[in-house]
């Protein structure tokens, strides 16, 4: 079954697919430029999925798939590429979905992210946030900026992630690199440990809970620059998540810390291009000052868009407004977009 498993993610990484999904009852479905398409091959049965993950899993994994019903893992193709995994358990079976990693580690001119982001990823500390729905490329933008920091200052970086995804090297910087579960148990257990750790830079693959949160906030105000995910779609509801989810009572701390410790909230989403053979991002970005830091004070984060739209010169834009951009350039297809302008 693990021959079977290598050609279909092998057809995949030839076709340029984001995604491999394995469920019983089906043929596995690839997923190209967002449209799910479904591969030449025989529906796949329990037992197969069943052989599948008691193969690729180790006794520790299959305990906690048991137990939690779902597992985030990762899988590799020598020469080929590596796979970021979940597997899980749907009306008694297991389903698996492979998010397909490329080899090479995208830069950010390549990405065509704004070149703003090469002279913020260098603060000394504050808080750096990536954020988007599932699937709009946090993690590679991430790996970009660890790989611009690799290739061009002295860092010491860790990163904590679910799983790890890029491989990085080292070059100018150390980077460790921990996978939540297997080297550290969770994201604030080791967000608190890399403070003990010297590190220059700490990566949070995503910021889930209230410790988490917290942690990053106070690593950020002792001299760490801490780059984190979050699933929310703009600046807005990006700020109000973070305070939303202390108590009420920790709110007003926690906005002053806020508003003098985010450097800036780089939102993204893909589209299709107009023939549709790939996608593209389309990015919100808002970069801390005077201004905005007053608004998270003062419970004014409603206004942050109308700062963003009148410092378009110092690199800031709104989503909508990168949207019309990109499709005036036909770099996205445009009927693609109308729920977002």
């Given amino acids: 079954?693990?021959?079977?498993?290598?050609?279909?993610?092998?057809?995949?990484?030839?076709?340029?697919?984001?995604?491999?999904?394995?469920?019983?009852?089906?043929?596995?479905?690839?997923?190209?430029?967002?449209?799910?398409?479904?591969?030449?091959?025989?529906?796949?049965?329990?037992?197969?999925?069943?052989?599948?993950?008691?193969?690729?899993?180790?006794?520790?994994?299959?305990?906690?798939?048991?137990?939690?019903?779902?597992?985030?893992?990762?899988?590799?193709?020598?020469?080929?590429?590596?796979?970021?995994?979940?597997?899980?358990?749907?009306?008694?079976?297991?389903?698996?979905?492979?998010?397909?990693?490329?080899?090479?580690?995208?830069?950010?001119?390549?990405?065509?992210?704004?070149?703003?982001?090469?002279?913020?990823?260098?603060?000394?500390?504050?808080?750096?946030?990536?954020?988007?729905?599932?699937?709009?490329?946090?993690?590679?933008?991430?790996?970009?900026?660890i790989d611009y920091l690799n290739r061009t200052v002295s860092r010491h970086i860790i990163t904590l992630e679910d799983p790890i995804e890029y491989l990085h090297s080292h070059n100018k910087?150390?980077?460790?690199?921990?996978?939540?579960?297997?080297?550290?148990?969770?994201?604030?257990?080791?967000?608190?440990?890399?403070?003990?750790?010297?590190?220059?830079?700490?990566?949070?693959?995503?910021?889930?809970?209230?410790?988490?949160?917290?942690?990053?906030?106070?690593?950020?105000?002792?001299?760490?620059?801490?780059?984190?995910?979050l699933h929310t779609n703009d600046a807005v509801s990006t700020i109000d998540r973070i305070i939303d989810i202390f108590p009420a009572e920790q709110q007003g701390q926690i906005r002053v810390q806020l508003a003098s410790e985010l450097v800036t909230v780089v939102s993204q989403r893909l589209f299709p291009t107009p023939d549709h053979k790939g996608r593209r991002a389309a990015i919100e970005l808002m970069i801390n000052n005077q201004a905005i830091s007053h608004l998270i004070r003062e419970k004014k984060i409603y206004q942050i868009p109308s700062v963003i739209q009148v410092n378009r010169a110092q690199g800031m834009q709104t989503m909508a407004n990168a949207i019309k951009e990109m499709v005036m350039k036909r770099l996205i297809a445009s009927e693609s977009i109308e729920s977002f302008v």
């Fill in 1 to 145: 079954m693990i021959k079977q498993l290598d050609d279909w993610l092998i057809a995949a990484c030839t076709r340029q697919a984001s995604d491999l999904h394995l469920s019983v009852g089906v043929s596995p479905i690839i997923r190209i430029n967002g449209e799910l398409i479904q591969l030449d091959a025989p529906s796949i049965k329990p037992q197969d999925t069943e052989l599948l993950v008691q193969s690729i899993l180790n006794e520790k994994q299959l305990d906690q798939l048991e137990c939690n019903g779902e597992i985030d893992f990762s899988y590799s193709i020598p020469k080929v590429s590596r796979f970021r995994v979940n597997a899980y358990r749907q009306r008694s079976c297991y389903s698996l979905a492979f998010r397909v990693i490329p080899r090479e580690i995208p830069t950010l001119q390549s990405l065509e992210l704004p070149n703003v982001l090469e002279t913020l990823c260098l603060r000394p500390h504050g808080l750096f946030l990536v954020t988007g729905p599932t699937g709009s490329g946090k993690s590679t933008t991430l790996a970009a900026i």
């Fill in 173 to 229: 910087c150390i980077i460790q690199q921990r996978e939540i579960g297997s080297d550290t148990h969770s994201f604030a257990f080791g967000l608190r440990s890399a403070l003990r750790q010297d590190p220059d830079l700490i990566l949070v693959g995503e910021m889930r809970d209230l410790e988490t949160v917290r942690t990053a906030l106070t690593a950020a105000e002792t001299g760490h620059l801490v780059l984190a995910t």
